[in-house]
């Protein structure tokens, strides 16, 4: 199993990072922590040093921090992520998209450029791509059909009227602890090909009865898919896991 989106970085595992990856060593066969702040660059990274060929790492800047990075701040950050990519730290650009719980114009204005920005980074680097989409999925869409991207994951995707428009672009959708409580993400796992799912926690979010989550929880993910799509547990393991390490290229 693997975990295709956390957030390890963030100040909750600070007490107890090297704890949390140990324990996810005994049970996973690679998670990927997703940087989406320049103040959280250094921590990713030291973390892909310290345990190579299990936690990678995916960097961009997160929607909601869009606001906070001036753009000598931003030129820096692209700058950092350059670096990484090319001396293999980096197994993606993301997460970052739109998300427009944010209701400021000039905000989403903003949003849009920087995210527009990232999906060239992606390209020019030749990484895949971990969109952030929240309450904007329509758009998000949009804006990746503009621009050509090819190779994305809709982190957290819980559209389904989109998910045809998803599949026919050949991209994939990751799949998170929602789904143990949530009949609209059943649905959209039932009617997505397991081909096209990847599996995450997004932990230290979405938890139960608002604890920590971890990446451990994505055994629950797959134990969930499996039920509703009727399938024996290690299929689901087999097929979700290969597609992760496709789409990230890991190396296990």
């Not at 936690?55 to 997160?62: I, M």
């Not at 970052?96 to 400021?104: K, R």
């Not at 081909?195 to 920590?212: M, Q």
Request: glycine letters at 4%; charged letters at 30%.
């Amino acid at each position: 199993m693997i975990d295709a989106h956390c957030h390890l970085e963030v100040e909750a595992f600070d007490g107890d990072r090297e704890e949390v990856i140990e324990k996810c060593k005994e049970k996973l066969q690679a998670v990927v922590t997703s940087c989406c702040h320049p103040k959280y660059l250094s921590t990713t990274l030291k973390m892909v040093e310290s345990y190579q060929g299990f936690v990678f790492a995916t960097a961009s800047l997160h929607p909601l921090h869009v606001h906070e990075v001036g753009e000598a701040e931003l030129k820096s950050f692209i700058e950092a992520i350059e670096d990484a990519a090319s001396s293999g730290k980096l197994v993606g650009i993301g997460e970052v998209g739109l998300d427009f719980t944010v209701e400021d114009g000039e905000k989403r204005r903003l949003q849009e450029e920087i995210f527009k920005k990232f999906i060239r980074l992606a390209k020019q680097l030749n990484l895949p791509l971990v969109v952030h989409s929240r309450k904007a999925y329509e758009n998000a869409i949009e804006v990746l059909e503009s621009e050509g991207a090819r190779e994305v994951l809709m982190h957290f995707f819980t559209e389904r009227k989109l998910l045809p428009r998803v599949l026919d672009n050949g991209w994939f959708i990751s799949v998170n602890t929602l789904i143990l409580r949530n009949k609209t993400v059943r649905k959209l796992v039932r009617d997505c090909p397991l081909e096209n799912i990847l599996t995450e926690t997004d932990s230290p979010w979405l938890g139960f009865e608002e604890g920590r989550n971890t990446p451990l929880a994505v055994e629950k993910v797959v134990r969930k898919i499996a039920e509703i799509k009727k399938l024996p547990l290690e299929k689901v393991d087999e097929i979700t896991t290969e597609n992760a390490k496709r789409f990230f290229r890991l190396k296990l």
